[in-house]
């Protein structure tokens, strides 16, 4: 007869033999120098694409100027009458002389109200018609019947709606930027696989949880990109709707160096309208690559 110890031993030995940890059999290679290198060299690549392209640009600006006997101000001059713009970007002298960067803050300031009221409609209403028939039957014709109209032919609405130059350049930016947003939005609802939705229902998913865990977090990187589209449209709207407002913005300020046939001026504020809008496209883009999948 056997002890109960020795029936026992197998299994004693067989639970230890099952936990114990297993050796390594090699460590992770150590990157070489390359490697720890490649970012940086990655990074240099870029930034030489991007001054090669900058070049390009600034060199046909000089050609068109020689060629036009300097009707068109050339790189050194506006460069000359960029740096005075700077210098004192915030003085205020009165309503029609003001500072470069207060009238670019005040530009940003109508471009994100106009841009946020647009994005608190477009996402709910993406949200419908990406996930419900009857909801994208409806509003789809409208969205296409909206959404080719220009900018500048909202202006008399909203300015006899409002009453007030100002608040009816807001208006122009919220009903033409929030086209983008809406429309991704909805396609990213449409895309989500009928697996998640299976399996949303199999496990009795609230309607609450359906969209806390895969309704928004499927459709977000595609929100992020109609987010990153609007904010793009807004900015281009606001020169359009700022020229015909007047008053204050970067828009006015454009308007108003032509009128007093100051072109480098005029050119100094396009190549700020152009950096800034490069600057809001690049925010957005990162964003957009930390809620992708697999970022």
């Given at each position: 007869?056997?002890?109960?110890?020795?029936l026992t031993a197998p299994?004693?030995?067989?639970?230890?033999?099952?936990?114990?940890?297993?050796?390594?059999?090699?460590?992770?290679?150590?990157?070489?120098?390359?490697?720890?290198?490649?970012?940086?060299?990655?990074?240099?690549?870029?930034?030489?694409?991007?001054?090669?392209?900058?070049?390009?640009?600034?060199?046909?600006?000089?050609?068109?100027?020689?060629?036009?006997?300097?009707?068109?101000?050339?790189?050194?001059?506006?460069?000359?009458?960029?740096?005075?713009?700077?210098?004192?970007?915030?003085?205020?002298?009165?309503?029609?002389?003001?500072?470069?960067?207060?009238?670019?803050?005040?530009?940003?300031?109508?471009?994100?109200?106009?841009?946020?009221?647009?994005?608190?409609?477009?996402?709910?209403?993406?949200?419908?018609?990406?996930?419900?028939?009857?909801?994208?039957?409806?509003?789809?014709?409208?969205?296409?019947?909206?959404?080719?109209?220009?900018?500048?032919?909202?202006?008399?609405?909203?300015?006899?709606?409002?009453?007030?130059?100002?608040?009816?350049?807001?208006?122009?930016?919220?009903?033409?930027?929030?086209?983008p947003t809406l429309i991704?939005?909805?396609?990213?609802?449409?895309?989500?696989?009928?697996?998640?939705?299976?399996?949303?229902?199999?496990?009795?998913?609230?309607?609450?949880?359906?969209?806390?865990?895969?309704?928004?977090?499927?459709?977000?990187?595609?929100?992020?990109?109609?987010?990153?589209?609007?904010?793009?449209?807004?900015?281009?709207?606001?020169?359009?709707?700022?020229?015909?407002?007047?008053?204050?913005?970067?828009?006015?300020?454009?308007?108003?160096?032509?009128?007093?046939?100051?072109?480098?001026?005029?050119?100094?504020?396009?190549?700020?309208?152009?950096?800034?809008?490069?600057?809001?496209?690049?925010?957005?883009?990162?964003?957009?690559?930390?809620?992708?999948?697999?970022?």
């Amino acid at each position: 007869m056997k002890t109960q110890l020795e029936l026992t031993a197998p299994l004693i030995q067989e639970e230890v033999i099952v936990h114990t940890p297993a050796k390594k059999v090699s460590a992770e290679p150590t990157p070489t120098l390359g490697q720890k290198l490649r970012p940086l060299l990655n990074s240099l690549q870029s930034f030489g694409y991007t001054l090669l392209g900058l070049g390009l640009m600034i060199g046909f600006w000089a050609w068109v100027s020689k060629i036009t006997d300097n009707s068109l101000p050339g790189p050194v001059a506006t460069w000359e009458v960029f740096k005075e713009l700077v210098k004192d970007p915030f003085y205020d002298y009165g309503p029609n002389d003001k500072g470069i960067g207060l009238q670019l803050w005040s530009s940003l300031v109508r471009v994100f109200i106009g841009f946020g009221l647009g994005s608190l409609i477009a996402i709910p209403i993406g949200l419908l018609m990406g996930g419900n028939a009857f909801c994208r039957k409806v509003f789809y014709p409208i969205v296409q019947i909206l959404r080719p109209v220009s900018p500048l032919a909202w202006f008399p609405i909203g300015l006899a709606v409002f009453a007030n130059a100002g608040t009816a350049t807001v208006f122009i930016i919220f009903i033409t930027s929030l086209w983008p947003t809406l429309i991704n939005t909805a396609f990213g609802v449409a895309s989500i696989p009928d697996d998640h939705k299976h399996v949303a229902k199999a496990f009795g998913f609230s309607t609450w949880r359906y969209l806390t865990r895969i309704l928004i977090p499927f459709s977000l990187p595609h929100i992020i990109t109609g987010l990153r589209l609007s904010i793009g449209v807004a900015w281009l709207v606001i020169v359009a709707g700022e020229m015909l407002s007047g008053g204050m913005g970067i828009g006015f300020f454009v308007w108003d160096s032509w009128n007093a046939l100051s072109l480098e001026k005029v050119i100094s504020a396009i190549l700020i309208i152009g950096f800034v809008g490069l600057f809001l496209d690049r925010l957005f883009t990162l964003i957009e690559k930390k809620v992708s999948y697999g970022k």
